[in-house]
């Protein structure tokens, strides 16, 4: 077996092979990037169906997301005896839809997954219905709902938060109402998959039997980010066959989701008898990619010490660029891409551009679209424009332009502090009666007390003012002015429309300012951006059409675990997007229903986010490019403190505490 995969190339090394042939009993492979570990998954997978002659549906490969049960499902194909029936007879996906099949195997009716607005309206009505004394932001709720969930305190309709520290009795109220509608309405939220599972193995000891039959054989991959539940799941599942799992607690980027690495690091604890190994050579990156992962990880006080080793010889360096501001390094990402591919030496699919956040590369995307580099992104998202945090500005800016735009003035009548039965009632017709513009016939309105009346007034002429300056000023305008204050208003419930938390508000508003500030006059960013509109539309569907070539791909960090590409690069690498200051600022974040220190909660988080950066040097095969960008939203920005760090060896981060003292 070991020699014919060396026959395609593949050399394991001792500890790779100990690894695969130890699949009697359990076994932990806690191991660093790129050392092997899905490669020695595929391996043993493929090692018990040809030598242990394993019938394929007795072997289950859970991995993290479906790309990568895709590329998995891939690899074992490309090992010469492996069949493709052989591959789609075993049980390999996410855990999620493990969990799905074995929940709606015993369902007559399927329940339906909701949607966030829907999720988010329902409990904004359930919050008002039932009068609690705080007002909770429904986001703020389904965390909640999502953490009592991921930690099992809440199976089915049963409620154990008894433990719960800090959990407040009117919020837990409008939960356990919610999860009864849910009920009533034969509806689900993602974590139920999990939890439902758990609930249909405790009601059917002979189907959870059967399963345990079946399941003999149960690989687990990117183990470190499995939480509570879906670690139950596996255990239940997993009480006759062997287990393995493998991961990497460097690579523990979910925290924020419940995922938990101590639970890897339990393992031995729980099998006193397992097998664990560890790996330290990595095989896909050239020494100084690896150097610098090692050099950016070594900052984290709350980890296990491992250095990788690395292959004498392999070509490639981690490379640094500094553009001048995010717009310029939009621009040279966008030369290096064409030169790396007209060298002849890539092509397209080869080369990954990596984020903290998706705003980080709103104008590289933009970029893209308007140019002919095909390229793949995996977010089904509306553009940056359509969001909801940003739509009613650009529906202000629309409106002083377009004073006929029925939308625009119906989506910010709130902000005017118009009812929608007035909009109906009065200023729809007397526009069309009288052949004027919305905008006039607001302040054409009668019957109004004389005082209100000025004020509408004064609106519509501070709208038709906006026309006239700049789409950045005009943005600071509408915050600073619109109904005492965008921000305010986009921060507090309105016609029971979703609410956001102040800090993505403030993000995504700064970004906008950020993509108008190269633009003379309101209609000529409002122009660009339908044009942007319109090209992603075109894109989705050439994606969904598959048309597209294979491109360069854009993903966000947490989406790239586990993968690898020839070229790597790595966009806003500053102080602020690496760490992400809404990850780390303690006052912004409040988890409410936790009590844990600041200082505590803000350490753990900046570990969190260097391990991102982590994840995000590690992809590289060959290349890797860092780029800081010197100015960032028309603010000097700093170098990633976790860069600083590699490069000094010195601790560049300041804890709160520090900042403050330094401020004084
Ligand atoms: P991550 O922590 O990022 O998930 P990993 O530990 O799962 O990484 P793999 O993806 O399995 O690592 O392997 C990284 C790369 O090294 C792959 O391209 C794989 O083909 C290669 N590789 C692994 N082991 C060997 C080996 N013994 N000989 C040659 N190449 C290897
Ligand atoms: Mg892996």
Redesign the pocket.
Known sequence: FFRALEGS?????EA?IAAVRAVDGQVLIN??????????L?CRAAYLLLVRRVPPENIVLVTFTRQAARQMQERLRSIAGVTDGMVRRMITGTFHSLARTIYFHKLTEQPRMMSQKQKEYVLSQLTKEMATGEQYEPETLLALLAYLKNNLYVVGSEWNTRDVDGLKEDARRVLMRYEAYKRENNLIDYEDLITGCIETLAAHPTYREALQRRMTYIMV??YQDTNIAQYEMIRQLSERASLCV?G?PD?AIYGWRGADPSIMLRFPQEYPNCTCIT?DI???SPAGVVGLGNAVIRHNEDRFEKELKVLPGAPGLPMYMTARSAEHEAECVLALITRLVESGEYAYPDIAVLYRTHSTARTLYEKLLLSDVPFTTHRDEPTFYERGTIRPVLDFLRLSVEPYSEQALSSILPCLYISRARYEKEIHVTAIQQGISYLEAIGHLEGLPAYQKRKLQERATWLASIARISPLQAIKEVRNDAGGGYDRFLGSEQDGAVTYHKEIIRDDLLELEEAARRFATVPEFLTYIDTIVAEKELHRKRQREQVALAGVTLQTVHAA????YPVVIVLGAIDGVMPHSIAVDPDEKADFWLHKKTDVRWQEAVEEERRLAY?AV??A?RDLYVSSPLYFRGRPAATSPFLLEAFTGRSHIASPATKEETKR
């Open positions: 190339g593949m050399y394991l090394n790779q191991a660093g990037a790129g050392s092997g570990k899905t490669t020695v595929t991959d990117e493998v990497d690579q790996l990595n095989y896909r675990k586990g993968l690898e994840v590690t992809r095969k």
